[in-house]
């Protein structure tokens, strides 16, 4: 975690010596020495630490430096609320307080002085540097490092709920191409990916099927050459006149004892690399008898790279979790009556991973009292995780941690924030990354799309679960499995990165003062109350979070709440959309906010939000039916993203002059709002949510999309109708959203004889139309148009026909129709798009015969999905 710290200061002291040197007037010259030795420091943790991060003395140097690095980030911040306290205040006052800067910054100038001497006390250089205990020390733990766990595999006669899953692969191995087929097993750690493929390769129709079936477990620290030998073995018993053969030598002489003989089964467990299967690929000839290869991932990306059909490992039912569990207790023995209630529950929380439920029912096997079983019931990641058993859970998801990027470490850590079981908004989620300063800012990239890809990298390592995905294909929601929740919890606790409190905890660890204690604090609802009534003061503490899953806000006395900016005097990121928020005097003081998502009956954003300067994201919910923003949010110009559940009515600028915002969301902006002084200075804008009456906006506002040159993603609701009123789509909207890609409408109405000139935006490739978005019965589009389009989505329209082909919808590749009651069929065309792979119907009847017969026609080429819901009598086909 040194890495994120360093980088977090440093960005912090480039901050303010370029953006707030108005601000450390006096003490300009001591900052600037000061960023000189954070810049050694982190040049020191990015070269010497790499030869050194998984040995003990590492460890110990990692603490010294987030000690150090934090005692330095409290007192710049002290520092910065007091100066800008002072900057607040009227002439006379600032006069009275002169003597006062002047001590302050004295000692501002001998703490700086401190840190620097500190700081350089922390050693510099390679491995060279070290003495020679400290290099002995390095290599022993080199060598313990190499002795990496493997993925449990269970017993033949301990596995449940694999059967119909061999099944499946038995098939796939023995039918199909008589041609090298590889076949990867993917999924994350512990789900048993081992132990399927050990079911399979001792099915007797798999010794039946094939003349040799080899065995080999590659894992992290693979050489390719073992990997020959070990296969060069089942065909030699006597290796030794090979193991001075280069890889190459090796594979030719595998390729002709291969060649000899029949079908040749090779199973490679726990692959981490694609190369590996790029290198075994060179043992097989081409004499087309149908060999194949297994290989058991943790890595997505590394499965697909060897095929573009891999399987995906599932979690197991409540049902198949409990008869392991039992299994595993009581062998052939029955589970007492007195236990079976209790029992279901703990295979339950094991979330359906084999691993949890075998390392949980060993803390069981030697117990039969109920209050034992109701006491791991109750505290599961104690069992779980334990540190002294090299073959727990803690060990095996370490070895995918350990081999993260840095970067990526810290994302995957923080997705532990948030309580177990939890569905995470993507879109909050990366907002949060950035706010707390996890993502690094690269060339080329904004910082939204680098954390983006760092979430597509933990998903491919199986580490974070895909929960919803979007229309167009991308992530919507995510979740972390409870074993992997246990595991940030215990690792992010150990590095100060996190703290949870909740009811089990010892309430008296909430009011140390101890520097070293963890930055963020997340705070169950049901520990929040007596938490707040003791009034902590935790002014180290940097997040404050408060996650529920209940629709419900949660109520608490005015002065609790107010206890919540008391608390935290220094705080960056505030997540507490749960409680019913107030605001306070001592809120506005938090001048370092940098993330605010609330939630209360307010009317109006006070302008007393201007003084958050350094803001990033601003979310408001509220049950007013409009907000009224009265802070002027075009001088904030560190604010990205701003979103609301009611719409916003927006302020004027002061000034057209003066720099841009740097807003790139807006969600959701009155429809009067969308003046031009206004759009032009939201010119960055990518995402844009209008609501309101659309006439007004489509007749006079629509003009002033042509400020937002960068504009993808553009929503209009209209939530207000005259009788009789028709809306039209102006031709200046098509002029000026030529960048778009992503178009919702909804309850606007249109004509469908209209709804073909939105082809004429080139760039669009989702388009939504929603409850009512456009009225008739019939649409027969144009051809010519929608030529980038991939995802249409249609809902609650009264659409009867609707005649398309692949003319219209060259690259359509997700059709989505929910509630169309009355649409007679889907256009049958639509099969000849060859990008075509998926199709939804929700309560759209009618057109059910129509979709299969789409389905049965595109199955003859590609993997078609079709569901349908409710699902009718051809249940089976609902989903392929």
């Given at each position: 975690m040194a890495d994120t710290a360093i980088n977090f200061l440093l960005e912090k002291l480039l901050q303010v010596l370029s953006e707030d040197v108005r601000l450390i007037a006096g003490v300009q010259e001591e900052f600037q020495d000061l960023l000189e030795q954070v810049q050694i420091l982190n040049a020191f943790i990015n070269d010497f630490s790499k030869l050194v991060r998984k040995s003990i003395m590492w460890k110990e140097m990692e603490k010294a430096i987030l000690t150090t690095v934090f005692r330095t980030e409290d007192i710049i911040d002290e520092f910065l609320v007091e100066a800008r306290l002072n900057q607040e205040k009227n002439i006379l006052r600032k006069a009275f307080h002169f003597a006062h800067n002047t001590v302050r910054h004295r000692d501002l100038s001998i703490k700086?002085?401190?840190?620097?001497?500190?700081?350089?006390?922390?050693?510099?250089?390679?491995?060279?540097?070290?003495?020679p205990a400290e290099n002995l020390q390095l290599e022993i733990e080199s060598v313990k490092g190499s002795e990496e766990p493997k993925d449990i595999s269970?017993?033949?006669?301990?596995?449940?709920?694999?059967d119909e899953e061999a099944q499946r692969l038995i098939k796939r191995l023995t039918e199909?191409?008589?041609d090298l087929d590889i076949i990867p097993i993917v999924g994350m750690p512990g789900l048993g990916k081992t132990t399927l493929a050990r079911k399979i390769y001792n099915d007797p129709r798999i010794s039946y099927e094939f003349f040799s079936k080899i065995w080999i477990h590659v894992g992290q620290l693979y050489k390719i050459k073992d990997v020959f030998l070990r296969i060069l073995n089942r065909f030699r018993r006597n290796i030794k006149e090979y193991q001075d053969m280069d890889a190459n030598e090796l594979a030719k002489l595998i390729c002709s004892f291969v060649a000899k003989g029949g079908k040749c089964l090779i199973v490679l467990d726990d692959v981490w690399e694609s190369e590996v299967v790029d290198s075994v690929m060179k043992v097989f000839p081409r004499n087309w008898v149908g060999h194949r290869i297994i290989m058991t991932t943790r890595l997505g990306y590394v499965a697909t790279?060897?095929?573009?059909?891999?399987?995906?490992?599932?979690?197991?039912?409540?049902?198949?979790?409990?008869?392991?569990?039992k299994m595993n207790v009581f062998g052939r023995r029955s589970c007492p009556h007195e236990l079976l209630r209790v029992g279901e529950s703990i295979a339950k929380k094991c979330s359906g991973l084999p691993l949890s439920i075998v390392m949980i029912a060993g803390a069981l096997r030697a117990r039969t009292n109920k209050v034992d079983w109701v006491r791991v019931d109750k505290n599961m990641g104690e069992y779980l995780i334990n540190k002294d058993d090299a073959t727990s859970c803690l060990n095996i998801i370490k070895v995918s941690y350990d081999s993260l990027p840095q970067e990526m470490q810290s994302c995957f850590l923080y997705c532990g924030v948030f309580p177990r079981g939890f569905d995470i908004p993507?879109?909050?989620?990366?907002?949060?990354?950035?706010?707390?300063?996890?993502?690094?800012?690269?060339?080329?990239?904004?910082?939204?799309?680098?954390?983006?890809?760092?979430?597509?990298?933990?998903?491919?390592?199986?580490?974070?679960?895909?929960?919803q995905k979007k229309s167009d294909g991308k992530i919507k929601t995510c979740r972390v499995q409870d074993l992997l929740h246990e595991f940030c919890k215990k690792e992010a606790s150990e590095k100060w990165f996190f703290q949870e409190v909740c009811p089990a905890l010892d309430q008296a660890i909430i009011s140390i003062h101890d520097r070293s204690m963890s930055r963020r604090l997340c705070v169950q609802p049901s520990a929040l109350q007596d938490f707040l009534s003791?009034?902590?003061?935790?002014?180290?503490?940097?997040?404050?979070?408060?996650?529920?899953?209940?629709?419900?806000?949660?109520?608490?006395?005015?002065?609790?709440?107010?206890?919540?900016?008391?608390?935290?005097?220094?705080?960056?990121?505030?997540d507490i959309e749960s409680l019913k928020f107030l605001f306070s005097r001592d809120f506005y003081q938090l001048f370092h906010l940098r993330y605010i998502a609330i939630s209360g009956d307010f009317m109006a954003l006070p302008s007393a939000f201007g003084k958050f300067w350094n803001l990033q994201t601003l979310i408001l919910s509220t049950s007013a039916p409009i907000l009224e923003i009265k802070a002027d949010i075009w001088n904030m110009l560190r604010l990205r993203h701003i979103h609301t559940n009611v719409p916003a009515k927006l302020p004027s600028p002061s000034t057209s002059t003066g720099k841009a915002s740097s807003l790139q969301t807006l969600s959701q902006v009155a429809s009067q709002c969308c003046r031009k002084n206004v759009l032009a200075k939201a010119c960055h804008l990518k995402k844009l949510s209008v609501r309101g009456p659309m006439k007004s906006f489509l007749e006079t506002n629509c003009v002033n999309l042509e400020e937002l040159k960068f504009l993808e993603e553009l929503k209009l609701l209209n939530d207000f109708l005259y009788s009789g009123e028709v809306l039209r789509i102006p031709v200046a909207f098509f002029t000026f959203?030529?960048?778009?890609?992503?178009?919702?409408?909804?309850?606007?109405?249109?004509?469908?004889?209209?709804?073909?000139?939105?082809?004429?935006?080139?760039?669009?490739?989702?388009?939504?139309?929603?409850?009512?978005?456009?009225?008739?019965?019939?649409?027969?589009?144009?051809?010519?148009?929608?030529?980038?389009?991939?995802?249409?989505?249609?809902?609650?329209?009264?659409?009867?026909?609707w005649e398309a082909s692949e003319l219209h919808f060259?690259?359509?590749?997700?059709?989505?129709?929910?509630?169309?009651?009355?649409?007679?069929?889907?256009?049958?065309?639509?099969?000849?798009?060859?990008?075509?792979?998926?199709?939804?119907?929700?309560?759209?009847?009618k057109a059910v015969k129509s979709a299969r017969e789409i389905q049965r026609k595109k199955l003859e080429s590609i993997n078609f999905k079709l569901t349908i819901f409710p699902p009718d009598s051809d249940d089976s086909k609902a989903t392929q």
């Open positions: 700086i002085k401190d840190i620097i001497e500190e700081m350089k006390k922390i050693p510099r250089g390679d491995k060279q540097a070290l003495s269970l017993e033949d006669d301990e596995v449940v709920g694999f199909g191409s008589e790279y060897a095929n573009e059909n891999p399987h995906y490992l599932k979690f197991l039912s409540q049902n198949e979790s409990f008869e392991l569990l993507i879109w909050k989620l990366i907002r949060l990354w950035i706010a707390e300063g996890l993502i690094k800012s690269k060339p080329a990239f904004t910082l939204e799309e680098t954390a983006q890809y760092y979430l597509n990298g933990l998903v491919d390592r199986n580490l974070v679960m895909v929960m003791t009034r902590p003061f935790v002014e180290h503490v940097r997040s404050f979070y408060c996650f529920s899953t209940r629709q419900t806000q949660i109520e608490l006395p005015p002065s609790n709440i107010r206890s919540i900016c008391r608390s935290f005097p220094l705080i960056r990121v505030l959203v030529r960048t778009l890609k992503k178009l919702t409408l909804s309850n606007t109405k249109f004509d469908w004889s209209e709804a073909s000139r939105l082809g004429q935006l080139e760039c669009l490739e989702v388009l939504k139309l929603k409850q009512n978005a456009f009225t008739g019965e019939s649409w027969r589009p144009e051809v010519g148009g929608f030529f980038e389009l991939r995802v249409l989505w249609i809902e609650m329209e009264d659409l009867k026909l060259p690259r359509l590749r997700h059709l989505v129709l929910i509630s169309c009651d009355k649409l007679e069929a889907v256009p049958y065309e639509l099969a000849s798009i060859h990008s075509f792979q998926e199709m939804r119907l929700e309560n759209t009847i």
